[in-house]
């Protein structure tokens, strides 16, 4: 007898115990046949879920969106959601079924505005807190956990002196009154809290010894943080990039290092020259040549011998060298020779008294001097009148000292 497997004319006995699978085409025994009948009843069920899980989906999606929509609303849409809320949330806890505790009745959050203006801020009112509350409520409470048997006597005494959490019918009790005290605020003039006691309280502690050095923030302040934010912002990229590239690190530690160096080099040089300069002696004594290289005592002399000789002319002239002197020695000005009258008046600033003064000498002296006129013994009173109090430190007067 001939081995079936080794035997090429010999034809398979089908098996009559196993229904035989039907084609499309009406064949049996079908790779494709077999294929589509393990197939059918899988397309079958997930077609028959389809609908139920686009249900689902619509109801999750719905209360999404309910959850996460606000809209504006007036004070008296405002007492009216309140009022409806808190019907929902006593039949919820009446009845605790999924269809009463529905959390996308809940609608979406408020916009309260808080005062009666037309254009008055708004006040966000969430009610995410009520939506978690309600899918909870749709479930019986759970039973009060019982200590266990086995605990220790510490585990015991905890259990007894930890509070039991709140059930969810107390919740949805304490959800009622929440709601109740939010629609009796919603009737006042004003929806936001006064804060009258937080503020009282907050008076006290700021009015004590800790904080009395405390200073309202200026404007050089804030200048300052700026800067110091700024100097932070530039050293973080300094150290993000010097981590992508490690010799840019290296360049500016030894930047900074020849920053520094250069900066006390500069230093010391300026405290060296400062230092050099005060071991040269001062001289204090005037250029010669100069109108205080004669003391200003000496010049009056002068003028009034030359007064007592009838020299009206000489005379002038050297009052007007007196009151250059006398100035020149208190420091208004450096000692020059070369300098005319009319540069050591515009020496002195128009603000000082004695301008006035000195302009009106300056103006005596250059017409009998410069201009060849005659002068009078009142011209030499006038102007000696004005060099007194140019010498003396006086404001002196600005009339006199012209000769007609």
Not at 61 to 72: D, F, H, L, N, Y
Not at 88 to 103: G, I, N, S
Not at 344 to 359: E, K, S, T
């Amino acid at each position: 007898m001939e081995e079936a497997g080794l035997n090429p004319t010999a034809q398979p006995v089908p098996d009559r115990s196993l229904p035989e699978p039907m084609s499309h085409q009406g064949q049996a025994g079908s790779p494709g046949a077999n294929r589509l009948s393990w197939c059918a009843p899988a397309v079958l069920a997930v077609c028959a879920l389809l609908p139920l899980t686009g249900l689902a989906a619509q109801q999750v999606s719905g209360s999404v969106i309910a959850a996460g929509k606000t809209r504006p609303v007036t004070r008296d849409e405002y007492r009216s959601h309140l009022a409806a809320l808190n019907a929902l949330v006593r039949a919820c806890a009446q009845t605790r079924d999924m269809k009463t505790c529905d959390p996308a009745q809940v609608g979406p959050d408020d916009l309260v505005p808080i005062a009666q203006a037309p254009n008055a801020e708004r006040r966000l009112v969430r009610y995410g807190w009520l939506r978690v509350l309600l899918s909870k409520a749709q479930d019986k409470d759970a039973p009060l956990s019982r200590p266990k048997t086995g605990a220790s006597q510490e585990e015991q005494a905890w259990e007894n002196v930890r509070p039991a959490p709140p059930t969810t019918t107390r919740m949805l009790i304490d959800a009622q009154a929440r709601l109740a005290a939010q629609s009796a605020q919603a009737g006042n003039s004003a929806l936001a809290p006064g804060h009258g006691a937080e503020r009282a309280v907050l008076r006290q502690v700021l009015a004590g010894h800790e904080y009395r050095d405390l200073e309202e923030t200026t404007a050089k302040d804030s200048a300052y943080e700026k800067v110091g934010n700024w100097l932070n912002h530039l050293l973080e990229s300094a150290l993000r990039a010097s981590a992508r590239a490690p010799w840019l690190g290296q360049a500016l530690v030894w930047g900074f290092i020849a920053a520094v160096s250069i900066a006390l080099v500069w230093g010391l040089l300026q405290l060296e020259r400062r230092w050099r300069i005060r071991m040269v002696p001062e001289d204090r004594s005037p250029a010669p040549g100069s109108a205080s290289a004669i003391p200003w005592q000496q010049w009056m002399e002068e003028a009034r011998r030359a007064a007592q000789a009838g020299q009206w002319r000489e005379a002038i002239h050297l009052l007007y060298w007196a009151s250059i002197s006398r100035l020149e020695s208190k420091r208004l000005w450096p000692a020059d020779r070369t300098r005319t009258p009319r540069e050591y008046l515009a020496l002195v600033a128009p603000d000082d008294p004695r301008q006035r003064g000195l302009a009106s000498l300056t103006g005596s002296f250059e017409r009998v001097w410069y201009g060849g006129r005659n002068a009078a013994e009142s011209d030499y009173r006038r102007a000696e009148q004005i060099a007194t109090e140019l010498i003396s430190g006086a404001s002196p007067a600005a009339g006199g000292g012209a000769p007609q």
